[in-house]
């Protein structure tokens, strides 16, 4: 059996950005997408996971580098920092994880400009290597990681745009022939976004609302085991939205809304074909699809069933003190990835801490009861705190 698949597999199983159950195994119709380096799609902020998975219009934080960097011209604070840790897949193993850091900083002196960084690594912990007959060869630790850096500019005083260009590696651990010899996959990809906010006056209370999209991870593919195993990078278009109204005061509710749609076609099953030779010629040239061709002919493939929606709602009381809740909702014929999740935040002038907890609703699911943690700093407060302009 070759190694380097098999670790492909081991990593594509890792990330759980599938939920099996028997009723979709047995349903004709369950085919997900799937692609390489699915963990560029993994939610690494408490905040937007908490919401169900969901931030494309949401207010700016220092996360948006992730769900739109269009929103860092928007941002109220000069600067900012976040450090965000996920623990992956641990009821079923204890050493896979997220990490992630993100920053951003304003420039010019109009407050119109920004630009944003973030560094994405995904451990898959240890990985025994062994041969055909179950002897040891040796342990790798397979590894996904990711940097990018991002623009964002107002073009009116209501919308601003964004793009963010990223390299990616994707290293499994060890080539066919020699589990000496490292075997990895390196792509390009870049996001294009955009963020619309107005404040419209409802009675006598002003309130935001918010339009935001997404166009992220558009790139080349990966190639693993020398590239015999061509992968599309996870591409995806969310598009959302979000209205914040008071309470009373310094109380305030958002209701936020993003829908989201892989841009990438689905592999060919077996059996959707009469023989094993139209199975294999439909599947070769499923490889030999350039990234771009995939992503329009992933409009026309089952288009209603493969897009996924969040909706979540945020309280906040003076801007200090976060409860959120929501839901995430995918097609049992896509993934069958449905779960609640929830979390609060508490912030001071310099420092936020936010956390989050997943309850999924389908049966048996790796995701259920995933922690994350996201810890901020911010740049204007932390000038307050030491007194200076």
């Keep these: 059996m070759k190694l380097t698949k098999c670790i492909v597999a081991i990593a594509m199983m890792a990330t759980a ?127 996904e990681l990711s940097v990018d850096l991002g623009y964002s500019r107002k073009l009116s005083e209501k919308f601003s745009m964004g793009v963010a260009l990223r390299y990616i590696l994707s290293d499994l651990g060890a080539n066919t022939m020699n589990v000496n010899e490292s075997s990895s996959a390196s792509a390009f990809a870049a996001d294009l976004s955009g963020y619309y906010t107005t404040f419209p006056v409802i009675g006598r209370n002003e309130c935001q609302w918010s339009l935001g999209f997404n166009v ?99 309280y906040a009381y003076n801007q200090q003190f976060f409860v959120r809740g929501g839901y995430y909702y995918e097609s049992k014929y896509a993934g069958n990835r449905q779960y609640f999740g929830m979390g609060a935040g508490f912030s001071l002038n310099v420092i936020r801490i936010d956390a989050s907890y997943m309850i999924a609703t389908a049966q048996n699911s790796p995701l259920d009861q995933t922690l994350r943690f996201t810890l901020s700093f911010d740049m204007d407060g932390l000038k307050g705190l030491l007194g200076r302009d």
């Design 216 to 314: 992220s991870n558009i790139g080349s593919k990966v190639s693993y085991n020398g590239g015999n195993d061509p992968a599309y990078l996870p591409a995806n278009l969310r598009l959302g939205t979000a209205f914040t109204f008071p309470l009373a005061d310094f109380n305030n509710l958002t209701i936020s809304l993003d829908a989201n749609k892989m841009l990438v076609p689905a592999k060919p099953r077996l059996e959707d074909f009469e023989d094993n030779l139209a199975y294999e010629d439909a599947l070769q040239e499923w490889k030999d699809k350039s990234s771009i061709s995939g992503i329009f002919d992933s409009f026309s493939d089952n288009f209603a069933k493969r897009i996924t929606y969040s909706i979540g709602a945020e």
């Design 17 to 143: 950005l599938t939920v099996w159950s028997q009723d979709d195994i047995k349903n004709t119709e369950f085919n997900p997408v799937t692609t390489g380096v699915t963990s560029l799609a993994i939610t690494p902020d408490a905040r937007g996971a908490s919401m169900g998975d969901l931030g494309v219009a949401t207010e700016p934080d220092v996360n948006s580098q992730f769900w739109n960097p269009s929103k860092y011209a928007f941002a109220y604070s000069q600067a900012g920092v976040s450090l965000s840790y996920t623990p992956w897949l641990r009821k079923i193993v204890n050493d896979i994880y997220l990490a992630n850091l993100s920053g951003y900083y304003k420039i010019g002196g109009n407050d119109n400009q920004a630009v944003s960084a973030s560094l994405r690594y995904f451990s898959l912990g240890e990985v025994m290597m062994t041969d055909g007959e179950g002897a040891s060869l040796a342990t790798i630790n397979p590894f």
